[in-house]
C-alpha cells in the first residue's frame, strides 16, 4: 500500500497497488502546478478526508476536477466530472514519499500541442 498526502496531512489517498509511471504534462495548468500524475481508478486509490477538506477548480471546457485541500493549499489530484466507476483518477505523486515512487519511469506528455507522449532530450 502507497500512501499520498498534502503538506497537512488533511488529505490522505489510499493506493493499493504501485503505479507503472508517472506523468509530466506541458498543458498550461499542469506545468504551472509542477505535478507528476500517477494515473490510477478508484478501485486503486481511494480518497479519505472530511466533506469539507477539499476545494475544485474546473477550466477550459470543464471535463476535469483539479482538488485542493482547503488548508495547506497542495493540489492532490484530479478526475473526469463524469464519475463513471472506471474513470481515472490522477494523483498527485508530489504528495508520495520520493523513496517509494523514485524508481518508476516518467513520461513527458505534450499536452500543450500534440497531445501525445514525447522522448526526453
Not at 3 to 22: N, T, W
Not at 79 to 100: C, G, L, Q, T
Request: glycine fraction near 4%; charged fraction near 25%; aromatic fraction near 12%.
Amino acid at each position: 500500500m502507497l500512501y499520498a498526502s498534502c503538506h497537512c496531512g488533511a488529505v490522505r489517498i489510499e493506493i493499493s497497488r504501485r503505479p507503472r509511471s508517472l506523468t509530466e504534462c506541458t498543458c498550461s495548468i499542469c506545468r504551472r502546478y509542477g505535478a507528476q500524475w500517477a494515473y490510477l481508478t478508484h478501485k486503486t486509490a481511494r480518497v479519505d478526508c472530511a466533506a469539507d477538506a477539499l476545494s475544485r477548480y474546473l477550466w477550459g471546457k470543464q471535463t476535469l476536477e483539479f482538488y485542493f485541500c482547503n488548508r495547506c493549499g497542495c493540489l492532490t489530484y484530479y478526475e473526469s466530472v463524469d464519475k463513471r466507476a472506471e474513470s481515472r483518477i490522477a494523483v498527485n505523486a508530489r504528495m508520495m514519499d520520493p523513496e517509494e515512487i523514485r524508481e518508476l519511469p516518467v513520461k513527458l506528455f505534450d499536452g500543450a500541442s500534440s497531445w501525445k507522449y514525447i522522448e526526453r532530450q
